[in-house]
Nanobody
Framework: QVQLVESGGGLVQAGGSLRLSCAASGRTFSNYNMGWFRQAPGKEREFVASINWSGASTYYADSVKGRFTISRDNAKNTVYLQMNSLKPEDTAVYYC?????????????????????WGQGTQVTVSS
């Protein structure tokens, strides 16, 4: 079992920044690829970013590329999502997730079904 707890969400004006954190406990954190997803009201959950177990490889949704950065600190069992130049359309509940698979298999990076463990989510609201 892997327990995930997100933090860092809040209300920010458009153009502002937030950094989300996801603290993991339970099994060995460094064994897992990590991802961030989000879900806006009335919409399906969508992929945001992922990072492989070592932190050497990352992958982003086109909608956040160049604005968001995913990183991890395996010594602290934590994954981060730095969000810059926020837009109102970034408003959503953000979830972190953990999974184990070959990160070279690109399809799995953005598929919610690839992740077996999920946090409870943190709300991000961007005002215009």
């Amino acid at each position: 079992q892997v327990q995930l707890v997100e933090s860092g969400g809040g209300l920010v004006q458009a153009g502002g920044s937030l950094r989300l954190s996801c603290a993991a406990s339970g099994r060995t954190f460094s064994n897992y690829n990590m991802g961030w997803f989000r879900q806006a009201p009335g919409k399906e959950r969508e992929f945001v970013a992922s990072i492989n177990w070592s932190g050497a490889s990352t992958y982003y949704a086109d909608s956040v590329k160049g604005r968001f950065t995913i990183s991890r600190d395996n010594a602290k069992n934590t994954v981060y999502l730095q969000m810059n130049s926020l837009k109102p359309e970034d408003t959503a509940v953000y979830y972190c997730a953990a999974g184990r698979w070959d990160y070279n298999r690109a399809y799995y990076r953005q598929a919610a079904g690839s992740y077996g463990y999920w946090g409870q989510g943190t709300q991000v609201t961007v005002s215009s």
